[in-house]
């Protein structure tokens, strides 16, 4: 039973509620959203979001919303408007190495204001899964690339051993690609 597909079969259980999209990836179809009550996370699926007249919300995205209980916990029932949405979103990358490629698990940016430029070379991505890693030129860390990082650079795909130039930051767990462009 899909309850989370079709909001008039789900039973409200918070109305208008304000929360704070974690992440969101539209290729997946889901993210989560931070209460801001302090409640746990609530489940956002795609078609909440299309409802709302959106096909994506940027990671920071401030809503209003109502919610229902899904079977893992709370879920996003229906989104009554946007509050407020971050003019160049702070996207977070793939879950942990495993997969999930629009989770915020990999560690989201730090800001350290420590953008870096460098080039490499691609050693393998995974479009299932959403992410993938370069190794850059100069001998450092690989670098983790997302899937969301490729959609907003107008890639697809990256081929194992494709040239890039990267804007990295430093996540939580090692370098991130905050920008990529196919050289």
């Not at 879950?95 to 915020?104: K, P, V």
């Amino acid at each position: 039973m899909n309850t989370h597909r079709n909001s008039d079969r789900m039973d409200v259980t918070h109305r208008e509620v304000s929360a704070v999209v974690k992440w969101f990836n539209p290729t997946k179809g889901f993210g989560f959203v931070q209460l801001s009550d302090g409640s746990p996370d609530a489940f956002l699926h795609i078609s909440a979001v299309e409802r709302a007249g959106h096909r994506d919300l940027p990671d920071g995205t401030t809503l209003v919303c109502d919610l229902s209980a899904g079977q893992k916990g709370p879920q996003v029932a229906h989104i009554h408007h946007i509050e407020s949405m971050p003019d160049v979103p702070p996207r977070s990358s793939g879950g942990d190495y495993g997969g999930g490629g629009g989770g915020g698990g990999y560690g989201g940016f730090e800001d350290t204001g420590n953008d870096e430029v460098v080039e490499g070379s691609v050693k393998f991505f995974n479009a299932e899964k959403g992410f993938g890693f370069v190794a850059p030129d100069n001998g450092g860390k690989d670098v983790f690339v997302s899937a969301r990082t490729l959609e907003r650079a107008g890639v697809m795909n990256l081929d194992p051993e494709a040239r890039v130039r990267m804007t990295t930051r430093m996540g939580q767990k090692g370098p991130m690609a905050s920008s990529v462009e196919l050289l």
